[in-house]
């Protein structure tokens, strides 16, 4: 009866560790995204009369703060209209992140424009073909990680800083409301990224008896047709979802190997013991 307990209480110990370590709230604290949630690509960019948007991991003007909302003139202590869209980061493909009817208030040239994200530096996926973009002219496909930035993927296009990059492209400010935008290439993931949401167009038609000119909102669907094929219950397609639900369920697989050898253990132990018995 003695050995029977003691049997027992290995077996709850060796379950508890188990589950202590591979489990759901034993995989540590470790934040792969930084604070931000997910994998993201900002815009980052910097005047030479401090007109600015630093990158997401400043410690006092990035991701969180008021100010890495906006593009900040620093002379006037307020935020410019310049409207800025980042990018989700979710696969592999081409991304784009932008600065649209950008008003930089007066500043003559940059002193950087550079790519930002919370990708590691150290990590599986990569950057390339970083490309700069103003007013529907490329400026540079030419593009450098960061030197003195050691954790993240900070791709420049323009830095006056780095001797190695001074004076090498055009660095002048585009009038205020000109667009302008940097597109890369993004691999390392294993899957495709999600397709894009479909965008609305506005367009003007003539209708009958209303008047005058009426818009109409028109869904204009961005993204090729996904085939679909539905079998045993699966859902397949050529985004690869299938392959992105295997990655995910990779995750799983600790909680149940350890248990499983250890009930497999205990099972083993408890033979031995009835068998001597």
Known sequence: MKKISVLFMVLLLSLSFSLGVYGEEGQGDSDPYSGVGAYMG?????TSSW???NPFDDPNTGYGSDIFETVYNNETDAATSTIIEDTLIDGDGLYKVSLLEADFEGSTDFNMVALSTNLPLDGSIAISDVSLHI??????????????????IMMMLINQYDSDMKDTVNNMVPPAG???WIEFTVSGFGYDKAPEEP?????????????????VLETEEVVDEVETEV??????????QEEADAWESQDQLPVYIPVIGVLAL?????LVFIKKK
């Open 42 to 46: 900002f815009f980052q960019v910097q």
């Open 135 to 152: 007013g529907g002219r490329t400026i540079t496909k030419d593009y450098a990680q960061k030197n003195d930035e050691k954790d993240y």
């Open 199 to 215: 965008e609305e167009v506005l367009e003007e038609s003539n209708q009958e008896g209303s008047g005058g000119d009426q818009a």
């Open 231 to 240: 079998s045993d219950g699966t859902v397949e397609n050529d985004l690869g």
């Open 178 to 180: 000109t667009d302008m």
């Open 51 to 53: 007109v600015y948007r």
């Open 266 to 270: 205990a099972g083993l132990g408890l």
